[in-house]
């Protein structure tokens, strides 16, 4: 198995939201999305956005400046579909992170389970380099990965396990840590996650 789109495509196509990384509340995700960015219309990517339902609660926040990139079609479009006319106010990417390059800053750059799943430096390298071309001094970053006491696959998949620090050594000096919380993410099948969210200024 592999990291690509029909890997993806297939993941969601058979399982829906049915998946173990599935929040019907994304709160630790809102709550530093928030607080980086209390202008509704500032500009936020959602990488690796999938079937979530981040994107749903920024909309009805009123965020309106809102972009969610992933390298599934379908899981896209399940969204899309459920989100309704407010898709309008969405910018809709199909795309792998690390061969995309970013046409404009984001105030908010936000990757909740993407990272993780790069195990090779060079596709690490390659992520970063997406990440600093779409981001500038001041802008936010909130990765969310496996913690160095969560699972070492996912949905078949090798993941590369970090700490707040072992991701800020990672990501480079251009990113500086100024969050960090751990989370205990409970899945739809009764079954528990460690994950750990950093926060990161860019400098």
Same mark, same amino acid.
């Given at each position: 198995?592999?990291?690509?789109?029909?890997?993806?495509?297939?993941?969601?196509?058979?399982?829906?939201? %049915? *998946? $173990? !990384?599935?929040?019907? @509340?994304?709160? =630790?995700?809102?709550?530093?999305?928030?607080? #980086?960015?209390?202008?509704?219309?500032?500009?936020?990517?959602?990488?690796?956005?999938?079937?979530?339902?981040?994107?749903?609660?920024?909309?009805?926040?009123?965020?309106?400046?809102?972009?969610?990139?992933?390298?599934?079609?379908?899981?896209?479009?399940?969204?899309?579909?459920?989100?309704?006319?407010?898709?309008? %106010? *969405? $910018? !809709?990417?199909?795309? @792998?992170?690390? =061969?995309?390059?970013?046409?404009?800053?984001? #105030?908010?750059?936000?990757?909740?389970?993407?990272?993780?799943?790069?195990?090779?430096?060079?596709?690490?390298?390659?992520?970063?380099?997406?990440?600093?071309?779409?981001?500038?001094?001041?802008?936010?970053?909130?990765?969310?990965?496996?913690?160095?006491?969560?699972?070492?696959?996912?949905?078949?998949?090798?993941?590369?396990?970090?700490?707040?620090?072992?991701?800020?050594? =990672?990501?480079?000096?251009?990113?500086?840590?100024?969050?960090?919380?751990?989370?205990?993410?409970?899945?739809?099948?009764?079954?528990?996650?460690?994950?750990?969210?950093?926060?990161?200024?860019?400098?």
């Amino acid at each position: 198995m592999s990291n690509t789109p029909t890997h993806w495509d297939s993941t969601y196509s058979a399982k829906g939201d %049915k *998946v $173990s !990384w599935h929040q019907d @509340d994304p709160r =630790r995700s809102l709550e530093v999305i928030r607080a #980086a960015a209390p202008n509704l219309d500032a500009p936020i990517i959602d990488i690796g956005a999938g079937a979530s339902r981040l994107a749903d609660h920024l909309l009805m926040a009123g965020y309106s400046e809102l972009t969610l990139l992933d390298l599934s079609a379908v899981a896209l479009d399940s969204t899309r579909q459920r989100v309704g006319d407010l898709s309008k %106010k *969405v $910018s !809709w990417i199909t795309a @792998d992170v690390t =061969r995309w390059q970013p046409s404009r800053h984001y #105030a908010v750059w936000h990757d909740r389970a993407v990272f993780h799943f790069l195990t090779d430096g060079a596709a690490q390298d390659a992520y970063i380099a997406a990440l600093t071309q779409g981001t500038k001094p001041g802008s936010s970053v909130v990765i969310a990965t496996f913690a160095l006491t969560g699972p070492e696959k996912c949905s078949g998949l090798p993941v590369q396990r970090y700490s707040a620090t072992t991701l800020a050594a =990672r990501l480079g000096p251009a990113f500086m840590l100024y969050t960090r919380a751990d989370e205990i993410h409970h899945t739809p099948f009764g079954t528990t996650q460690d994950f750990t969210y950093a926060g990161f200024h860019r400098r």
